[in-house]
């Protein structure tokens, strides 16, 4: 079964602290992913897109790795600001135009 | 400036009461879809379209109905909407998936049907 799974649930860290968000997937044929960020209430905002090739993808504070082997992935967000704030989402393209979301990870940081 | 844009942000309605709810891209993307989200479940498909005058069915498609007869727009239809059609619903549109290309997602409609 097509599946994504994230871990933890939900995080609470102190600003400017780092941490580490957790995508395992079984989805295949892999096409790429996705790690999305979402504020309350509101669209999700993509980060990163990694292709199969691609190992690491930064975008300022976010670093996205893949291990296309293991079919697993992380976020790692350094430097936490209380911006950071927000559920982050992976999402795993496969068979060319089907897609499978992550429920999510709730990041908390706290002054 | 590029964007997806919906409407209503906000319905509350009643069950069997039919209502569209609008999205439109302005980015020229070929492919667009509408999500549901609910708490700990995460984003659900329910439809997509790849071009226009061509959908398919996502993985929530049940009581859900949408059209695409031009490019830009792609609403989305609840003929008789229940309570359990209460969510938060996100339009998306994108050039495409498997190249890696971006989605980008609407703002949102919270819909709440008693």
């Known amino acids: 079964k097509n599946q994504v799974e994230q871990s933890p649930q939900s995080l609470i860290i102190l600003e400017g602290k780092n941490c580490t968000l957790q995508?395992?997937?079984?989805?295949?044929?892999?096409?790429?992913l996705r790690w999305y960020k979402q504020d309350t209430g509101r669209g999700p905002v993509s980060l990163t897109i990694?292709?199969?090739?691609?190992n690491t993808k930064s975008n300022g504070r976010y670093t996205a790795t893949l291990d296309a082997d293991t079919k697993q992935s992380s976020l790692h967000i350094t430097a936490s600001q209380l911006s950071d704030s927000a559920s982050y989402i992976c999402?795993?393209?496969?068979?060319?135009?089907?897609?499978?979301f992550g429920a999510g990870t709730r990041l908390t940081v706290k002054p | 400036e590029a964007q997806v844009t919906q409407n209503p942000r906000y319905l509350i309605t009643v069950t069997g009461k039919k209502l569209t709810v609008t999205c439109s891209q302005n980015?020229?993307?070929?492919?667009m879809s509408w999500y549901r989200q609910d708490p700990g479940l995460g984003l659900r498909q329910i439809y997509y379209?790849?071009?226009?005058?061509?959908?398919d069915k996502g993985d929530v498609p049940e009581g859900y109905k949408v059209s695409r007869k031009e490019k830009r727009n792609f609403p989305l239809i609840l003929e008789s909407p229940s309570p359990n059609q209460t969510s938060l619903y996100f339009c998306?549109?994108?050039?495409?998936?498997?190249?890696?290309?971006?989605?980008?997602f609407g703002p949102g409609t919270r819909l709440t049907v008693t």
């Open positions: 999402v795993v393209s496969y068979n060319n135009n089907d897609m499978r």
């Open positions: 379209s790849m071009n226009v005058e061509v959908t």
């Open positions: 990694m292709t199969f090739s691609e």
């Open positions: 998306a549109s994108s050039r495409g998936l498997v190249k890696g290309y971006e989605q980008y």
């Open positions: 980015m020229n993307h070929e492919y």
């Open positions: 995508c395992n997937y079984t989805v295949s044929p892999f096409s790429n």
